[in-house]
């Protein structure tokens, strides 16, 4: 059995047979900085990033595919304004004809004039979930899937994705995006805060399967774990009390995984903001992930083999900035005595 830290942890191997280690750290790689032109942090900035090229880290058009068949929306033009303004039409013929009725319709007339004013002084429709998805899918199909015969023909036969991404659940984190991954490019798994469990066959076997899958069957070269500004999983981790009087049915344990990383914010930034302290654990929780990334003994072996390589990063979308480090993983040479 042998221990390596992994900034301020301890990973103790599971497996009697395997070799010691002889390092495990974290290497840090430039911070890339993606920020508008005309901000001032730009120019400041510019002289430091000179020497390298930034990429194009978002990207605003779908990357998702999806079936061809699509389910037309039923849309009925009697629940358009027309609707409204021949009601309002008819009320008023059925008050020639009918004079007692005067008072009450003239007040239901006022009432459903202001309701249409009120309802059509803006522009925006009313959301339609169904057809939002539909135009989504024709937008992909006529600009993406349609200009790139060869990559989705390609794609038809299988996939060899380089990488393998654990990000946030988060709707503002999508790492298709924010990387500018293409279709067949990244294996990606989601989930609150962007957490890796430690290998456990019966209570995360859907993590482990996908790990498995990744790394032995797609033969992924990299193991990359996201982790961004924000995030309500950390700041979760960072409030729950987490005494076993659980207010949740999953979250609190799952956020778990990662309290390691509160501990370590606590005693380090314990009198700091809570935002501080939430800003520094979304970047620990990563290193615990990537961390318990090498309790999985094919993870081992590939990072032993050097077919495999782990790597953190994080997301700030307020700044529009992207930080990426590495974990160092090697063999310490046998001795005798």
């Known amino acids: 059995m042998s221990t390596a830290p992994l900034s301020g942890f301890f990973l103790t191997s599971l497996s009697p047979s395997q070799p010691s280690l002889q390092k495990l750290s974290l290497r840090s790689f430039p911070t890339v900085a993606c920020l508008p032109p005309s901000s001032s942090s730009s120019s400041s900035s510019s002289s430091s990033s000179s020497s390298r090229s930034v990429p194009t880290l978002i990207r605003n058009e779908p990357v998702f ?5 699509i389910i037309t929306p039923y849309w009925s033009e009697e629940m358009g304004s027309e609707a409204y303004e021949e009601a309002i039409e008819a009320l008023k013929k059925l008050i020639i004809e009918k004079e007692e009725l005067k008072t009450v319709a003239a007040a239901k007339v006022e009432q459903a004039t202001a309701a249409l004013q009120t309802g059509t002084s803006s522009d925006k429709k009313a959301f339609d979930p169904v057809e939002h998805i539909k135009q989504g899918f024709i937008t992909f199909k006529k600009e993406k899937y349609e200009t790139n015969p060869a990559l989705y023909g390609e794609l038809a036969k299988g996939q060899s994705p380089k990488y393998m991404v654990f990000a946030c659940s988060d709707s503002r984190v999508c790492p298709s995006h924010v990387l500018n991954f293409q279709p067949g490019e990244a294996f990606v798994v989601r989930n609150i805060a962007n957490m890796v469990p430690p290998f456990d066959k019966v209570k995360y076997g859907g993590v482990g399967a996908a790990i498995e899958y990744a ?37 609190e344990d799952w956020v778990k995984i990662c309290l390691p990383a509160k501990s370590k914010v606590i005693s380090e930034l314990g009198d700091s903001a809570f935002e501080d302290q939430c800003g520094r654990c979304e970047r620990e929780a990563v290193n615990v992930s990537l961390a318990n990334l090498l309790t999985y003994p094919f993870v081992r072996e590939g990072l032993v083999k ?25 063999l310490s040479e046998t001795s005798s005595v």
Do not use: Q, R
């Not at 595919?65 to 068949?69: N, Q």
């Not at 529009?320 to 090697?330: D, K």
């Open 65 to 69: 595919a999806a079936p061809a068949p």
């Open 215 to 251: 790394v032995l069957h797609l033969k992924v070269e990299n193991i990359v774990v996201i982790g961004h500004s924000a995030c309500g999983g950390i700041k979760g981790l960072m409030s729950f009390p987490l005494d076993g009087n659980n207010s949740t049915d999953f979250i």
């Open 306 to 330: 050097g077919t495999l390589a782990l790597k953190g990063g994080y997301y700030d979308f307020v700044k529009g900035a992207f930080e990426l480090w590495g974990l160092e993983f090697g």
